[in-house]
């Protein structure tokens, strides 16, 4: 069950951030900059901000149509 579960959440998030443009861009920035660069570090916080805050709209509004289920 547990494993279930997990794998439902990976393809959640793998879902939502693949879709959003923006973090799709980023991503590609970030590949494309090389470790030691200062503009790295910029992107790559930018980055992490924006796929916390998607995963946690995605898990917000998968919780709301578990609630309203009920």
Avoid: W
């Avoid at 494993?3 to 693949?18: A, G, H, P, S, W």
């Avoid at 930018?46 to 509004?61: V, W």
């Amino acid at each position: 069950m547990k494993k279930d579960f997990m794998q439902f959440v990976y393809n959640r998030i793998e879902n939502v951030l693949t879709k959003n443009e923006e973090y799709r861009e980023l991503q590609s920035k970030c590949a494309e900059l090389d470790y030691a660069d200062d503009e790295y570090e910029a992107v790559s916080c930018k980055l992490e901000a924006l796929s916390q805050e998607l995963c946690y709209m995605q898990g917000f509004k998968d919780a709301m149509k578990l609630l309203m289920m009920k």
